[in-house]
């Protein structure tokens, strides 16, 4: 019962003055190290070539143009310790280090000079470690609790405590439909944290935080990868990623990526097929203007798996449910997720001053679950439970447009980007939910579970709906660096948010005594601001507030619907030291209000949005890369949420359910560089977790826990061989299910997976 429509249907002072001693001599975390050849907008130049007074009157700069994404990734340029940096489709990295996120400012601000968190995961960290899913990549990133690849409907990632928003290629994607967790055309993760009203409309959940998934995109050097992945749970994976320059002048480049995923699970009866497809063309003159077109096209299939029911796992004190168990009947059919879109994309250069980007989306979606599940958690009579089949067919419509202009400028020891834009996304949504309205007794020890089916006495129709969102909004923001020290980002956006909901079932007028059609028109100023002061030119020192709104659809409720609303005020360090150490360390406070919850006039048949909600706690991101061998990665979060406000009075004060007050994730990788054993090399990971609580009202809450990761890898004259092992401890755990209060998921045993690649 996990559905896509759910969801929204119901609804450290001593280690910063450490990091501050090693960093005296570096730069800054997670961004642009000194580039002696590579110049990036807004990086400072080196301090040992004094420049001259600029005049104080306004003039254009006369800046590199930016690197063009379809151009070839040019050499490693070598740095400190024999690192280098390395041009990409999405900008340069060093190793595991990126310089430059066009997600946190949507500019060629160097991240070391944003005042926010930012990180971002180049497609090497997922390389090294042998990510299956982006979501296993997230774990990466402090604060990030990612989607759980067994939850069918589950739609976002946490940002610090909150459910955030996805996106592609900086455009929403509504549902996250289709196949969404495959790797195959990702170039990198960027990581947003906190809300970003200004900059990212639409979608879903932007009030805590983005991920970005940047996609692949043409380079002007022909090659093709064919790869083949396969292991535990019989799992097979082929993939391909082929780049063809189609003339000799390189104007006209064509990508395709592609992959196909079928595997069983340890979970009895469930298997998972999964499949994308993303064709992309790029017409340019090389010269400032290149159209880009992307296509996308991907499938997903999966028995829905509704969790299990915390009496009988957590507390075990009557009876015992195994792990492993399908909470369903084996004949319950497959859910079916599938997504196909087209994005347009113009860049224009006017001159060294002004430069545009329009871009255009329009994707649509299908959903179909056929699912069997509790509505309860209690049982109805000893190891019992009331088990119901239930139904959804969803279709959703997308469209996005963003029309952005920048202009770049110098007023005496100032340099500036100012930017403009205004956005547009629409989401027609159609959907239905059938289901039993009287359920089956079912003991889950003994089984048998009854036979999924759509038919019978108590079968109807819970939901008819025919919805529609749409988020527009001007946005003007202006970044400053003053003698390329002092580095200010200030913006605002005047958003509208309209919301018409439309119930077919009536319900909504038997219980309001009004109209079926609810509708919502709010306009807001979202503000966003942050500065960053370059301490050394190891160690920037940053602090920034910003805003989110979002629309709060399929909201059934006696008052008008409301937007909700956040907003987050951080501060932080960020070092990148001559020597290969990088570093974010970040305190913050983030709060959530018009939070619909039960109502208690109804008996919690509707909802109201009057809860208030709270997160606050302190995030470290490290990067060591002291050498071309050795590659280190470290997170530590410690997230601090609270229920402020709510219906009912004993859940005020309480932890929010599913968010560990603690996570961690060390990472390290040794690659041999000479000798016989060149290409050779080994990697070893651990990730932890405190336990979580599961249901507010509630004690039940879930147990720490750690996995311990290792991967062999080997590559040679364009092959490459990897064996990757997960959770080689086999530890047992649970983590909260995120759509019904008071079930738990299983974590994964111990698996096995091998990779073999051949690049021409």
Partial sequence: ??????????????????????????????????????????????PARPQARRPTRVQP???????AAVATPAPAVPLVGGRAIEKTTAGPVRGYQAITSLSATKTDLPIQNTPQSVMVLPRK????????????????????????????????PKIRGFAAERVVDGLPNYYDAGARDLTVNVERLEVLKGPQGVLFSGGANATSGVVNTVSKLPTATRF?????????????????DINQPLNKDGTVLFRMTGQYEHAHSFIDVLTRQNFTLNPTLVLTNNSGTTLTLQGHYSKREQQDYSGLPTIGTLDRSA??????????????????????????????????????????????????????????????????????????????????????L??????????????????????????????????????YLTGPFPAYSETGPFWGTYIDARNRYSVMGATAQVQSSLYDRFHLVAGGRLARIQVSDNDLTGTRAFLTGGSNLAKTDTTKFLPRIGAAFDVTKSITLFAGYSEGMRPVPYLLSLAPMKPELSKQAEAGIKLNTDFGLSATLAAFEVRRKNVPVADPATFGFTSIQSSEQRSRGFEADVIYQPNANWSFLANYAYTDTEVKKDTTAANVGQPLPGVPRNTGRLWANYLVTSGVAKGLSFGAGVYAASGQMVELGRTWRTQAYATIDAKIAYEYDNWKFSIVGKNLTNTKYFTRYEYFAGRVVPGAPTSVYATISKKF
């Fill in 406 to 443: 920048k202009a770049r400028f110098d007023t005496g020891p100032a340099k500036h980007t100012a930017l403009f834009a205004v956005d547009y996304n629409r989401v027609t949504d159609n959907g239905k939910m059938f289901g039993d309205f009287v359920g089956t007794p079912t003991n």
């Fill in 125 to 156: 960290v997922l390389e090294d470690q042998g990510a299956q899913t982006i979501s296993e990549a997230l774990t990466n990133v402090s604060g990030v609790l990612p989607l759980n690849p067994l939850t069918f409907g589950q739609l976002n």
């Fill in 224 to 240: 093709a990868e064919f790869g083949l992945t396969g292991g535990s749970f019989r799992t097979i994976s082929p993939y391909f």
């Fill in 1 to 46: 019962m996990s559905f896509v429509s759910v969801r929204p249907f119901r609804t450290a002072v001593s280690s910063v003055a450490l990091l501050i001693a090693l960093g005296a001599t570096g730069a800054l975390a997670q961004q642009a190290a000194p580039l002696p050849e590579l110049r990036v907008e807004g990086q400072r130049a080196a």
């Fill in 319 to 404: 009876f015992s449910i195994r792990r492993h168990l399908f909470p369903g009947s084996p004949d319950v059919p497959r859910t079916k997720s599938d997504l196909a879109s087209l994005t347009a994309k113009l860049d224009h250069e006017f001159n060294s001053t002004w430069s545009s980007s329009t871009v255009l989306r329009v994707g649509q979606s299908k959903y179909y679950e056929p699912s069997q599940g509790l509505t309860s958690n209690t049982p109805s009579a000893g190891s019992s439970f009331d088990v119901y089949n239930i139904k959804i067919d969803q279709t959703t419509k997308e469209i996005s447009f963003n029309e952005t």
């Fill in 61 to 67: 700069r006369a800046v590199a143009p930016r690197p």
